[in-house]
């Protein structure tokens, strides 16, 4: 009798040997079929990327070009894949200017983690075929032309931190209902697209949902009260739809939130009387173009991070609080078309306060019920402003000097208001300043010479004040070499309108010259203005001939000659205007017919009304 092998519990070497054997048979298989099976894979990972391929019909910048079977498809250019398995986890190739579909074989990249195609021309609808990543975390579509309706069945993918499909052609209501399975979402991101319909109260099911990103849509109803019940909600952007209603408190109750931002809605009620406390995190606060009201409470300060505040175009009332430079991080303050003020002489003695704010760049205090004058300590402000506006009030007295510190000035706004007195002089040493009004206030003297000192001045607003002096084009207005819009209207300028000025400003869009005593004829050079779409020198004492190289000026669209003492025939010519749509050459000398060949002037509305016809 054998003794059995109590180690092994074999009865036999030879026995043990034959083990081994088919062991190792079975190994071998075994490697075999996974190598096989991990071939197979990706081969399918291989042919959905073709199949991608094949449905972008331009690629002009040739990032396709490596997609070809001379090397792995991991090498391709935009392709990641995992180091294991060899598996497409990523796609990246945004901004590429792809023009096509995206294939819904894209569904079959199963280990898939990141998409990103933003910055492109796709077209088409998402594929629903979406909804197989189950790994998905990040899908990037946005920049695109992308249409249809978002897939709800991105709910399948439970991965998903970041969906970003803004600035696309989308439509139909957002599938909050189904996408709030969505535990893991932090960021949603569907601005600037065509959604409707209202934002569901599902969305506080959203419960690691950070930023909300819905501006420039067709949304509708109230904001759900379910959106202060985030906890981790930092940011909401809704501007810009047809949402109504009142922002509920909860909302302001979210000390994590940094940015509020619903401008361009029907939103009403008041700002929460503690919200600077409730929310001491807030960075941006804009609800400009509602119907808030109410005052603006000193609260607002203890938010002391605050950098961009923007109430404008609503109904806040009363005084400004005078500690508003404790917010010292702001960069853009907005209050313009409100009831702000009381026509007093202390409604701007909150200025003092802001000298704080060296990061200030923007400062809107216009339209609104503003009075005294302008404290000189205005011009302590940071040199750091690029735009600054106080117009439309019932601001009075002179400008201060100072205006000339503000070497960052890009537009100044001091129109509609009653200030006095002359221009300073220190306006000629802002030399980035691009655009000036100072219309509609009670100025006079001579314009110094060195406004135009800064050659990027392209909008000059002067109208309806008292300057005066001769020879305003040679002498100031000369040096505004990029003047696009020019209004000197309603003053007492005097002299010729200069030939040298006409023929070296090109680039001038409007040129109202109305309501003053400009002498001589309108020279020829008139014609050089190729760009003129507005021109107006009614009201003048000009005389001589209408020079027949106004012609020249094509796209003419108003032109205002009236009561002035040009004689003369029309000329035939002017016939080739094309946009030509208000023409008045009343209260003049002219003689002669009406030209018939002006019949052809098709959107022409208001014509030659005092002139004799044969």
């Not at 189904?178 to 959604?195: C, G, H, I, T, W």
């Not at 007093?344 to 809107?364: E, K, M, P, Q, V």
Request: charged content about 15%; some cysteine.
């Amino acid at each position: 009798m054998e003794v059995p092998n109590t180690m092994w519990g074999f009865r036999s070497s030879s026995t043990l040997a034959n083990i081994f054997l088919l062991l190792l048979v079975a190994m071998i298989f075994s490697v075999s079929h996974v190598s096989a099976s991990k071939q197979f894979k990706n081969e399918t990972d291989r042919l959905a990327l073709l199949e991608f391929k094949k449905q972008i019909y331009d690629d002009p910048l040739g990032v396709l070009n490596s997609w070809n079977h001379s090397q792995h498809h991991c090498q391709w250019e935009g392709v990641t894949c995992s180091t294991r398995h060899q598996r497409v986890i990523a796609l990246t190739l945004r901004h590429k200017h792809f023009s096509g579909i995206i294939s819904p074989h894209v569904g079959n990249l199963s280990f898939m983690r990141l998409i990103h195609l933003e910055e492109n021309q796709f077209h088409g609808e998402i594929p629903q075929e979406f909804g197989r990543l189950l790994r998905l975390r990040v899908l990037n579509l946005s920049n695109n032309a992308l249409g249809g309706k978002i897939p709800a069945n991105l709910s399948y993918c439970s991965e998903l931190i970041n969906i970003c499909l803004q600035r696309n052609k989308l439509e139909g209501k957002i599938p909050i209902d189904q996408l709030s399975s969505l535990k893991k979402l932090e960021r949603l991101f569907l601005f600037v697209n065509n959604l409707t319909g209202e934002i569901p109260s599902s969305i506080g099911n959203l419960s690691s949902l950070t930023t909300l990103g819905l501006a420039f849509n067709n949304l509708e109803g109230n904001l759900p009260m379910e959106m202060g019940l985030l906890k981790r909600f930092a940011g909401l952007g809704a501007a810009e739809n047809n949402l109504s209603g009142i922002i509920p408190a909860s909302i302001f109750n979210s000390s994590a939130i940094t940015v509020i931002s619903v401008a361009g809605n029907s939103f009403h009620g008041s700002l929460p009387t503690n919200i600077g406390l409730t929310l001491p995190n807030l960075k941006l606060l804009a609800v400009a173009e509602n119907k808030f009201s109410g005052n603006l409470l000193t609260s607002i300060t203890n938010a002391s991070g605050l950098e961009e505040l923007d109430l404008s175009s609503n109904k806040f009332a009363g005084q400004l609080p005078t500690n508003l430079g404790d917010l010292t991080q702001l960069n853009f303050l907005s209050l313009s078309d409100n009831l702000f003020g009381n026509n007093s002489t202390g409604d701007l003695d909150f200025i003092a306060s802001l000298t704080n704010c060296n990061n200030l760049r923007i400062l809107s205090l216009s339209a609104n019920k503003l009075g005294g004058n302008v404290p000189k300590i205005m011009a302590n402000l940071s040199n750091q402003l690029t735009e600054l506006f106080v117009g439309a009030n019932q601001l009075s007295g002179t400008i201060p000097q100072g205006f000339g510190n503000f070497v960052n000035l890009m537009k100044l706004g001091l129109e509609l208001n009653s200030f006095s007195g002359i221009i300073p002089r220190d306006f000629g040493k802002l030399p980035n300043l691009q655009g000036l009004r100072l219309d509609h206030n009670d100025l006079s003297g001579q314009i110094v010479s060195t406004l135009c000192n800064n050659t990027n001045l392209f909008y000059l607003d002067l109208s309806f004040n008292q300057f005066e002096g001769g020879n305003i084009f040679d002498n100031v207005l000369m040096n505004c070499q990029n003047l696009q819009y020019l209004d000197i209207s309603q003053n007492n300028f005097t002299g010729i309108i200069s030939p040298h000025f006409l023929e070296t400003h090109s680039s001038l869009i409007a040129m109202v010259l109305s309501e003053n005593s400009f002498t001589g004829s309108l020279p020829p050079e008139v014609g050089k203005l190729v760009h003129l779409v507005n021109f107006s020198v009614s009201h003048n004492q000009l005389a001589g001939a209408i020079p027949i190289s106004l012609a020249d000026c094509s796209e003419l669209e108003n032109l205002y000659m009236e009561a002035n003492f040009f004689q003369g025939t029309i000329p035939p010519n002017l016939a080739s205007w094309k946009s030509i749509q208000k023409l008045d050459l009343s209260s003049n000398n002219l003689t002669g017919p009406i030209p018939r060949e002006l019949e052809k002037l098709q959107y022409l509305r208001i014509g030659v009304p005092s002139l004799p016809s044969d």
